[in-house]
Structure formats: structure tokens, C-alpha cells
């Protein structure tokens, strides 16, 4: 099992900037993959980033993706040490507001896989025009 939980959300006006964080209750370094989803009222749930696992040793070694929408504005990043996970949104605009979700994909437990996908419970983002 694994808790996620999600911080750093707010309201920010367009061309502005925020740093999503998500605090999980095991090591990152065990979780197959991770990444950030977001829901806008009325909407379903899209994917934004991810970020596959990782070697503790080499913790940027894991392989990243990203929806074309926030390509080159939208970072994602770990901190192994704290396992947390961040994304970093720079020029946000009106369309990135929605509730923001931390995501975790499966983890390893010595050497067994252990399936399942986790979720926080969101924290929201409101971009201002």
C-alpha cells in the first residue's frame, strides 16, 4: 500500500508559477511509476507527467513523459531522500486550473511486484486570467 498526499496548490494569475508536491509513505525509489493527473469540474481525469522508477543510486535516471499541453512549461522531479515527488508548473494559464492528483503505480517490496494504483486526494490549482 501506498499513501500519497498532495500539497502546493493555490491561485496564481496566468504566466505564473507553482511547485505541486506529493509526500509518499514509502520509498519512491520502490514505486514503479509516478506521476500527476488533473481533473477540471465537469471533466475527467487527464494525465499531465510521469516519471518512471528509478535506481536509489541514480535517482535521475528514470525516464520521463508528459502530455503535449504542458510540454516545456511542466517539470517533473523527485526527491528521493524526502520521497516526494514535485511538479514544477511555470506559465500556467487559465486551462491548467483543475484539481491536481499525485499517482503511484505499483511498487517492489524486496523481490516481489506488488500492482495497484494509488492515489492522493488532489490539491487545487486556480489560474487566473
Known amino acids: 500500500q501506498v499513501q500519497l498526499v498532495e500539497s502546493g496548490g493555490g491561485l496564481v494569475q496566468a504566466g505564473g508559477s507553482l511547485r505541486l508536491s506529493c509526500a509518499a509513505s514509502?520509498?519512491?525509489?520502490?514505486?514503479?511509476?509516478m506521476g500527476w493527473y488533473r481533473q477540471a469540474p465537469g471533466k475527467q481525469r487527464e494525465f499531465v507527467a510521469a516519471?518512471?522508477?528509478?535506481?536509489?543510486?541514480?535517482?535521475?535516471?528514470?525516464?520521463?513523459d508528459y502530455r503535449e499541453s504542458v510540454k516545456g512549461r511542466f517539470t517533473i522531479s523527485r526527491d528521493n531522500a524526502k520521497n516526494t515527488v514535485y511538479l514544477q508548473m511555470n506559465s500556467l494559464k487559465p486551462e491548467d486550473t483543475a484539481v491536481y492528483y499525485c499517482?503511484?503505480?505499483?511498487?517492489?517490496?524486496?523481490?516481489?511486484?506488488?500492482?495497484?494504483?494509488?492515489w492522493g486526494q488532489g490539491t487545487q490549482v486556480t489560474v487566473s486570467s
Open positions: 499517482n503511484a503505480d505499483g511498487y517492489y517490496s524486496g523481490i516481489d511486484y506488488y500492482t495497484g494504483d494509488y
Open positions: 516519471s518512471t522508477r528509478f535506481v536509489a543510486a541514480s535517482p535521475r535516471g528514470g525516464s520521463t
Open positions: 514509502r520509498s519512491i525509489a520502490s514505486i514503479n511509476a
